[in-house]
Each structure stands twice: as structure tokens, then as C-alpha cells.
């Protein structure tokens, strides 16, 4: 009895998968344009903050909990940190908490960082990265995160992204002690605009 209710979940799930994937690939693709970035000066204040997997898991909570676009979409997230990452996401898709999960390397390129796509499931199903990376190149995503399916990469170009309030650039990513440092750097007017 539990194999045919196994199966028939199963089948439910990939049906889901399917019509997710129909209506998806039927809406038009991002079409991000990208802002000037904004330099830093030299002489800006920087600080270097390590961020471990609680730091982010901790927001990720925060932002599904109060973010009403990112609440719509996931009801948890989280991720852990090691030589890869392995990020977990629960979807919905037509009112059900579907278990999604990443794993991706981190690679420190120029400040930025870039997540290289190793392997995706959804419940327990593989899904083709190729299916991944079309579902990511029609997200509405800022313009300074480049979706490259060729390559199989997320990168998030912290370079690009706006200094506002701080500008953002990764230092290194640590395995061994499963720490993402950043610097982060506060310029002078950025400051002069806070002040009373």
C-alpha cells in the first residue's frame, strides 16, 4: 500500500513540476538593465565582517517572514556552509511546501562571488541544471546578479551593485571555518546624510 502512495505523490510532484515549468517558460525573459556603479573612494571607512551560515540563515528567516514578494515564493530557506554549499528551499507551487535544494561551490573572483551550480532537487528528484538555469535567466533579479547557463553560474557582481547604503566586496570564503569575510565600505556622504 505505501509503494502505490509513494508513487502516487510522486507523480503529483512531477506533475506539479511540469506545469510549473509549462507556465514559467512561457513569461519572457528578465530583461535587467544595468545602473552605473558607483565608486567608492579610497579614502571611504571599510570594515571586514565574517559571516557564517547562522548570520545568513538568520536573514533568510527574516526576509520570508516580512518580505511579502520572497514570502509569496518560499516558506524556508536555509543554507550550510562547507567546501560546497548546500542551500535548501522550500517552494510553493499550488498551495504545497515543495523541498528544493542546491549545491553550489563559492568561488571569490574581483571582490564578487561567484556560486557555480553543482546539482539541483526538487523533493527528491534531480532537475536538469540546463532546466535550472532557464527558470533563473526569467527571474526578476537585480542588475548586478548575471545568470550565465553556459558556464552553469550565479554571479553576484557586488562591483556593479549600488554603494547605498554601503558598498560590498568579498574577500575570501574559508571551508575550514566556514566563514564568507566581506569588506564593507561607508562613503564619507553616505555618512554626511545620516548625521542630524
Known amino acids: ?16 513540476v511540469i506545469a510549473g515549468l509549462l507556465v514559467w ?4 525573459r528578465s530583461g535587467n538593465t544595468t545602473s552605473p556603479a558607483v565608486p ?13 551560515a547562522d548570520a545568513i540563515n538568520a536573514y533568510l528567516a527574516y526576509a520570508i517572514a516580512h518580505d511579502p514578494e520572497i514570502g509569496r515564493v518560499l516558506d524556508a530557506a536555509s543554507v550550510q556552509f562547507g567546501n560546497t554549499w548546500v542551500c535548501n528551499f522550500g517552494v510553493k507551487v499550488l498551495d504545497h511546501d515543495l523541498p528544493m535544494q542546491f549545491v553550489v561551490t563559492p568561488i571569490v573572483q574581483s571582490g564578487n562571488l561567484i556560486l557555480h551550480v553543482d546539482s539541483a532537487q526538487l523533493s527528491f528528484l534531480p532537475i536538469p ?9 526569467r527571474a526578476s533579479l537585480p542588475s548586478w546578479v548575471e545568470i550565465d547557463g553556459s558556464s552553469q ?22 571551508p575550514s571555518a566556514q566563514k564568507l569575510s566581506l569588506n564593507l565600505a561607508i562613503p564619507p556622504q553616505t555618512l554626511s546624510q545620516q548625521a542630524p
Open 129 to 137: 541544471r540546463s532546466v535550472v538555469f532557464s527558470v533563473l535567466e
Open 25 to 28: 517558460t512561457g513569461l519572457p
Open 153 to 174: 553560474n550565479i554571479a553576484l557582481n557586488f562591483s556593479e551593485r549600488p554603494a547605498k547604503p554601503f558598498a560590498v566586496r568579498v574577500v575570501q570564503y574559508s
Open 40 to 52: 567608492v573612494p579610497a579614502n571611504a571607512p571599510t570594515v571586514q565582517v565574517d559571516i557564517g
Open 1 to 16: 500500500m505505501w509503494k502505490r502512495l509513494f508513487i502516487v505523490l510522486a507523480a503529483f510532484d512531477l506533475l506539479a
